[in-house]
């Protein structure tokens, strides 16, 4: 199930997040006050008509895990017998074992996954993966990871060349009063469109018709509601908005609450305008596969000795799993600070232990991989290009080398 906590890697994560509400300096209040005034927003959708309302009018383009995982399945399941056309297949039992991975949020800390993917590439034991699942920092990474080792020199270049000119733009202080964030995003969204042309939606649609998924988790703040989007279905839709739509899930899932705006979705309901705000998918989970509850089926196969498909889960989380001492300040932002990095660190340990304990009940190899303690660089700013490098090379190394993949939690 897509649920959690705020996306994050630890203490470093949190005080790198800290240094984005910093960014907006300087001013002097008086000066700005009598130009102020609170964005405008179009009217939400109720929440019994959550599930009715469409942002393309697709039916597919995206499920609601609280309201039920039926859509879902009906999804993998063409998404299966898909593949088994694309591989001229008897029936979908003969499809060879299905491969899925699932890119955890982080921030700057993404990095690390898209080293390791690279590195994986490098290797050349790196799969192609029939499902790919991304949050926040993650859900940039999910389309090249999707897409394969063909798009790593983009992915790469996503990571290493990044500064915080590409990602935000600082807001004054008055932000926190008088706007929806304390930077703007919209250098992230031209970054993110840099890289997500006609040629990437063109591909992504064609994975999506040999039987691959790609989803992205997003949170719906006004129904409190995380959504998966369903990513190929909207690429290969030809709907003429669907290039930007997809942008602005991804800006959408990268949107650190009160750090980046909230992405607002114009959606429409018997007829009728609204809108919708989303934000990062990691206010409900780090890192997701599929809901527990979509394996149902699966598991009373299985019990009673029936064939299931065999599967292989590869999990990266963009952070730490061990905990990161520091002398907490006894003040009331320094305690607060410290238990909010507590309760990130906590949610993220929570999230591989979830996965683990699915993918275990539906007999699905579980793979993990993570920051480790060999790794002690701290980003000095948000999106530090020195860092981000050093932690790519890392990740790198580590996938070129052959990763360890933990086989469960270290904990």
Known sequence: MVIGQHSGGGVHALQ?????????????????????????????????????????????????PFYGTGPLEIEV????????????????????????LAVSGGGENGAFGAGLLCGWSERGTRPTFELVTGVSTGALTAPFAYLGSSYDGPLRAVYTELTPAHVLLRRFFTAAFFNDAMSDNAPLFKTISTYL???????????YAGGRLLFVGTTNLDAQQPVIWNIGAIAGSGHPRALDTIRRILLASSAIPGAFPPTMFNVVLDGKPYQEMHVDGGAFAQAFLY????????RLRMASGQHVLSANAYIIRNGRLDPEW???????????????????TASG???????????????????????????????????DQKYMRALFDYGYRRGRAGYPWAKAPPI
Do not use: W
Request: net charge positive; proline share 5%.
């Open 197 to 207: 042309d006609e040629n990437m939606l063109n591909a992504l649609a064609k994975a």
């Open 77 to 100: 399941m063409a998404a299966l017998e898909r593949m088994r056309v694309a591989q001229n297949l008897a029936s979908t039992a003969s499809l060879p074992e299905l491969q899925l």
């Open 291 to 298: 809901p527990s509850a979509l394996t149902r089926q699966r």
């Open 349 to 383: 340990i929570n999230d591989v232990i979830r996965l683990y304990n699915t993918t275990r009940h539906d007999d699905i190899g579980y793979n993990l991989a993570y920051i480790g303690s060999d790794f002690d660089l701290k980003p000095p700013k948000p999106f």
């Open 16 to 64: 790198s997040r800290r240094s984005l509400f910093g960014l907006a300096g300087g001013g002097a209040a008086a000066a700005l006050l009598a130009g102020c005034s609170f964005p405008m927003r179009g009217t939400a959708v109720p929440l019994a008509r959550t599930l009715q309302a469409s942002v393309l009018g697709l039916p597919n383009e995206r499920f609601f």
């Open 326 to 344: 520091a002398t907490t300040e006894r003040r009331t932002l320094g305690i607060a600070g410290r238990a909010i990095a507590t309760m990130i």
